[in-house]
């Protein structure tokens, strides 16, 4: 695991956007960890931030669609896929992943991709943004929304 070239955190003014958490609740631990820096950066940007608890990853996509047609300018979308012994895991990582995408190619309007697919705990553990965690991933997926909303905002795009 690397961040090499991770850029430097900046204050991001979120002023005036409203931004919707979409979050599976799976390995609440990690789940929690990713949720709570999402919600630090939104809160400290001055965004509107509204929460919607989904029951799995797989769920996402929908809620999140749902969100950004209800009128928020940006979903932060948080989930934990961890491996297991069937291929359960590809199946939910791709429709997470494609679904998503979709999305916000479909709505013209950021999804902040907080999804980690996992080998095991251990690198959730490491990416959730808890004590002793190297990486938030919340808080960086949280960022990415804000930021590329703020980009969509100031060259004029429209949602569809």
């Known amino acids: 695991m690397s961040a090499e070239g991770k850029p430097q955190e900046q204050p991001i003014d979120g002023t005036g956007l409203t931004v919707a958490i979409v979050h599976g609740t799976w390995h609440p631990v990690i789940a929690g960890g990713l949720l709570?820096?999402?919600?630090?950066?939104?809160?400290?940007?001055?965004?509107?931030?509204?929460?919607?608890?989904?029951?799995?990853s797989f769920e996402l996509p929908v809620v999140a669609k749902a969100a950004l047609e209800a009128g928020a300018d940006a979903?932060?979308?948080?989930?934990?896929?961890?491996?297991g012994g069937t291929p359960h895991f590809e199946y939910v990582s791709s429709a997470a992943t494609d679904g998503l995408t979709r999305v916000a190619l479909d709505t013209g309007k950021p999804v902040g991709f907080g999804v980690l697919t996992l080998d095991d705990e251990l690198q959730g553990l490491d990416r959730a943004g808890l004590p002793g965690s190297r990486e938030d991933k919340g808080a960086e997926a949280a960022s990415a929304a804000l930021l590329t909303a703020l980009m969509l905002r100031a060259i004029g795009a429209r949602s569809s």
């Open 75 to 83: 979903v932060v979308a948080l989930g934990v896929i961890i491996r």
């Open 36 to 56: 709570a820096g999402a919600r630090r950066v939104l809160e400290a940007s001055g965004a509107t931030v509204q929460d919607l608890a989904v029951p799995g």
